[in-house]
């Protein structure tokens, strides 16, 4: 079918199609993990890809927060422009802060060494 012969309608869809181009949006929460593909148009933000996406109606407690939301690993702007094949990493909280988790784990690396370290009935 040539060019002349084809519907209108055709024409500009296959045009508008022309314009869009893939990316993913991912979240990995404690039990799951969620990655879709959607394909956007230039000028799409980080914020637009988000709500294109639809995660939100696959996982009802994941929000959008400035600050934790990146591109390949790199925190950035929620108005950040995509492009194409980024992936859009939607980061949830920290459960426990890491500088009090090493603390924990120091402290228990101590007490476990001074157990040691004592004398066990019956040593001699």
Same mark, same amino acid.
Do not use: C, H, W
């Given at each position: 079918?040539? &060019?002349? *012969? !084809? #519907?209108?309608?055709?024409?500009?869809?296959?045009?508008?199609?022309?314009?869009?181009?893939?990316?993913?949006?991912?979240?990995?929460?404690?039990?799951?993990? @969620?990655?879709?593909?959607?394909? =956007? *148009?230039?000028?799409?933000?980080? !914020?637009?890809?988000?709500?294109?996406?639809? @995660?939100?109606?696959?996982? *009802?407690? @994941?929000?959008?927060?400035?600050?934790?939301?990146?591109?390949?690993? %790199?925190? !950035? #702007?929620?108005?950040?422009?995509? &492009? %194409?094949?980024?992936? @859009?990493?939607?980061?949830? #909280?920290? =459960?426990?802060?890491? &500088? %009090? +988790?090493? *603390?924990? !784990?120091? %402290?228990?690396?101590?007490? &476990? +060494?001074?157990?040691?370290?004592?004398?066990? #009935?019956?040593? +001699?």
């Amino acid at each position: 079918m040539d &060019k002349q *012969k !084809r #519907p209108r309608s055709l024409i500009r869809r296959q045009s508008k199609n022309r314009d869009l181009f893939p990316v993913q949006v991912s979240y990995a929460g404690p039990d799951t993990s @969620i990655i879709l593909t959607v394909n =956007v *148009k230039p000028g799409t933000t980080i !914020r637009d890809a988000f709500e294109l996406s639809g @995660i939100r109606k696959i996982a *009802k407690n @994941i929000r959008l927060v400035e600050g934790r939301a990146g591109i390949f690993g %790199e925190i !950035r #702007p929620l108005d950040t422009p995509v &492009k %194409e094949n980024d992936r @859009i990493e939607i980061y949830r #909280p920290l =459960v426990a802060s890491p &500088k %009090e +988790t090493r *603390k924990k !784990r120091i %402290e228990q690396g101590k007490t &476990k +060494t001074a157990s040691k370290s004592q004398a066990r #009935p019956g040593d +001699t």
